[in-house]
Nanobody, 119 residues
Framework: VQLVESGGGLVQAGGSLRLACAAS????????LGWSRQAPGKEREFVGG????????RYADSVKGRFTISRDNAKNTVYLQMNSLKPEDTAVYYC?????????????WGQGTQVTVSS
């Protein structure tokens, strides 16, 4: 499976960005698609995810209320809407796919897209 992210860029603090991730294959209902990020000098961290069949979402505490994950079943695409962005949100954002029940240990990763939030 290939995951291709798009939508990163430079934005001022308080602004918004929407990331998209298109999967190369049809998403099976039990899969979880999500997003992780890695800031310079920090470990990669879970941002959020969505279970494909139910639409159930889960978010890291640091982004709750600001970020929203959604999906388009017909396009095999998952989105990350990021609002009220903060400089500490600056990172490379990776799309992820998990086959089973794990939200935090994905099986596949995209190539990443840079998000930079200026103060």
């Amino acid at each position: 499976v290939q995951l291709v992210e798009s939508g990163g860029g430079l934005v001022q603090a308080g602004g918004s960005l929407r990331l998209a991730c298109a999967a190369s294959e049809r998403i099976i209902s039990t899969y979880i698609l999500g997003w992780s990020r890695q800031a310079p000098g920090k470990e990669r961290e879970f941002v959020g995810g969505i279970r494909w069949t139910t639409g159930t979402t889960r978010y890291a505490d640091s982004v709750k209320g600001r970020f929203t994950i959604s999906r388009d079943n017909a396009k095999n695409t998952v989105y990350l809407q990021m609002n009220s962005l903060k400089p500490e949100d600056t990172a490379v954002y990776y799309c992820t796919l998990s086959y089973g029940s794990s939200w935090y240990e994905p099986n596949y990763w995209g190539q990443g897209t840079q998000v930079t939030v200026s103060s």
